[in-house]
């Protein structure tokens, strides 16, 4: 009666795509380690993939009848770089709710407009994780400051300040 989410799937070995796709091909059913008898799981299975399971299938990596037999309702969430109107929500929730444990126990803190402009137009290769681990480590490093800057930025971060929010790997001219 519960559901169980599968992380990373075009991860997953050709031998556990197997054992998956006849749990799901029985609806259910499957044999615990060491036992000849069947047992019926009543599970719904949501799969997550970073990439995408056709091109996976093409490349011999994951098993088609598998993908044919989870593709049942497919979303596709865009990636935080074709997002960035997203970027500044995300971060405010983040530092609300890990605000308690990163040192802000009475409110999180408040982001300031050049901090904001960096986050926005950073391309978040890491994606929503990368953004979260960020928004930690800025609050940590920020030791309780009310405003996130991007002085508080250290280490990885380091490239929030050196771009000043300008997308990596582009380039403009003067026309």
């Known amino acids: 009666g519960g559901t169980l989410f ?31 008898r069947p047992v019926r799981g009543d599970v719904r299975f949501i799969f997550a993939a970073n990439e995408g399971l056709d ?27 074709e997002r960035a109107c997203d970027i500044a929500g995300l971060a405010r929730h983040v530092a ?43 609050m940590i490093d920020a030791a309780g400051a009310p405003v996130l800057t991007l002085a508080h930025c250290t280490g990885p971060l380091d490239r929030l300040r050196a771009g000043r929010g300008a997308r990596r790997g582009t380039l403009t001219r003067p026309l």
């Not at 098993?63 to 990636?79: E, G, K, M, N, Y």
């Open 55 to 81: 091109a996976l299938v093409e490349q011999d990596r994951f098993l088609a009848d598998l993908r044919d037999r989870i593709d049942a309702f497919v979303v596709r969430i865009p990636p935080l770089r």
């Open 96 to 138: 609300s709710r890990r605000a308690a444990r990163c040192g802000y126990p009475d409110r999180p803190p408040a982001f300031d407009d050049e901090l904001l402009h960096a986050i926005e137009h950073d391309p978040w290769p890491g994606n929503v994780r990368e953004l979260v681990t960020a928004i930690e480590r800025l």
């Open 6 to 36: 599968l992380d990373e799937i075009g991860k997953a070995s050709k031998a556990v795509q197997g054992k998956l796709l006849r749990v799901v091909e029985e609806d259910g059913d499957f044999y615990p380690v060491g036992s000849d």
